[in-house]
């Protein structure tokens, strides 16, 4: 059996240094899910074009329903950025809420969405009459990981 | 009736299952935005703790294989692997189901999901590498050093939401939810666990027989 201990050593090697590797390393820097706005502000032309994922919030008071068409502002407090979109938005998108939009960017800034994410947080509450959703919480849909 | 025990374990798990949906569905409260929706977290989240709680099992009898050599271990590898695959399944199907009225998507490659996606065809595929060898102890061996490589995932999977940015929520605490929705959440986690060791003491013992057979073919050849 010395030679199945090895085995059990360098399988937890492996599988110790991956995790090691994966938790550490700058793995997230480079694998991205969303962007902010303002990171996508700041990477200017390297953005437009390509099919990219936009995460924020739905400014609230931005959004305008026009036809077939629905306009939006995402935001991350510090950045805004205008969207479109023709897609149906899901039954929980409503201003304040945390959402990811995936489509394009053109040159002036503008965000073309095909496909329209919302954002649940972690908390599960009980509906209280007349109750309002707090900021904090929409913030928390957004929290960064 | 012969293994009593963990029948009784398994019945007692489907009761508490009944009870926890019961007061999932038609005590707890709906969420003030999701409304009905929310209440497949009754069992969506159960599923998940139990699904790589069964692996870490899994992770440990492979350990225990490799130092040890008893085939008690390797066939718990061989049971829990199994079970957790299918309820790696479910897992996904339930996220799936609360994810188009809640996100607006069935799926997404956001980290947790596509982690989750990893470990549940990284352990299906162990299931099948059982299936492609034929000297037993050499399958043993070689599943469990598999099994401990493919473990790396589960704290993966279970951090995904904390290191980067995903669709996905990040866990739950009793902060976060409301006192109403901890019991039935609670009842229902013990529920699937006694249910996945019902499955897995069962299968348990349709591994240790297929192994016996296959020793006495071994030997009579």
Known sequence: MKRNKLWAIGALFVSGSALAYI???DLGENLVYYWSPTEMVAAKQKAVG????????????????????????????????????????????????????????????????????????????????????SNAAMFGTMDEG | MKNQWEHAVGL???????????????????????????????????????????FTMVFFVSIAWLIRGTWRWDALQESGT???????????????????????????WDPRLTTTAVLVLAFGAIL?????????????????VASIVAYVDVPIVYFSVRWWRSLHQVQSSPNTVDGSMVTPLRINAFAMLFIAIWFIARRYRIARQRLAEEMKELEAA
């Open chain 1, 23 to 25: 938790a550490v390393g």
């Open chain 1, 50 to 133: 390509a099919t990219i994922r936009l995460g924020g919030l739905v400014e609230p008071g931005s959004l305008v329903p026009t036809g077939h068409t629905l306009n939006f502002r995402v935001t991350d407090g510090t950045t805004t950025v205008p969207v479109t979109t023709q897609e149906v938005p899901p039954q929980m998108f409503r201003e304040g809420i945390g959402v990811v939009v995936e489509g394009t960017v053109d040159g002036a800034g503008q965000f073309t969405s095909k496909r329209m994410m919302v954002k649940h947080d972690n908390e599960y509450r009980a509906p209280t009459d007349g109750s309002t959703p």
């Open chain 2, 12 to 54: 007692f798990g489907l009761v508490l299952l009944m009870i926890g949906s019961y007061q999932g569905l038609f005590v707890a409260p709906p969420d003030r935005f999701m409304g009905d929706v929310m209440r497949i977290m009754y069992v969506h989240v159960p599923t998940a703790w139990v699904t790589l709680l069964v």
């Open chain 2, 82 to 108: 199994e079970v957790g695959v299918v309820l790696g399944c479910l897992l996904l199907c339930q996220g799936s189901i609360w994810a188009r009225p809640t996100w607006g998507v069935w799926w997404d």
């Open chain 2, 128 to 144: 099948a590498l059982r299936t492609f060898i034929d000297d037993p102890k050499r399958r043993a061996t070689l599943t469990a």
